[in-house]
């Protein structure tokens, strides 16, 4: 799909990462994909992270991958900001961020799919 020109950004997504950076909210990507430096190219999107945790890039070693909030917490230290005072976003890979795995404020999950409910039994405490 990236090969063939298919990464777009949700309108949604976009309008959620303006807002929240002209609130002074501080974001950082965590990702296990390792073709995440190609859609933040191709869709201009990197300008909205101070920090990026992903499947090639800032990997620390014996960093865990899924379902373990390593790379979450890996972000929030990037960012100087404690797990505590953090809300991590995400769809599928929410149960990642789990508030009582990885000691976030928040876990909230993006419902695109109508899958409210897939989300809330991984741990998403709102979608």
Request: hydrophobic residues 40%; proline residues 5%; aromatic residues 4%.
């Amino acid at each position: 799909m990236i090969e063939s020109g298919g990464v777009a950004v949700y309108p949604s997504t976009l309008r959620l990462l303006v807002s929240l950076r002209e609130h002074g909210i501080r974001l950082a990507l965590a990702t296990s994909s390792r073709n995440s430096s190609v859609v933040l190219e191709r869709t201009d999107a990197s300008q909205f992270f101070e920090a990026i945790v992903d499947g090639l890039r800032g990997r620390a070693p014996g960093l865990k991958g899924k379902p373990e909030p390593d790379i979450f917490a890996t972000a929030c230290a990037r960012l100087g900001v404690p797990p505590n005072r953090a809300i991590v976003v995400g769809g599928r890979g929410v149960r990642r961020g789990r508030r009582s795995e990885g000691g976030f404020a928040l876990t909230l999950g993006v419902a695109r799919e109508d899958n409210a409910a897939e989300l809330k039994a991984h741990g998403a405490e709102r979608w």
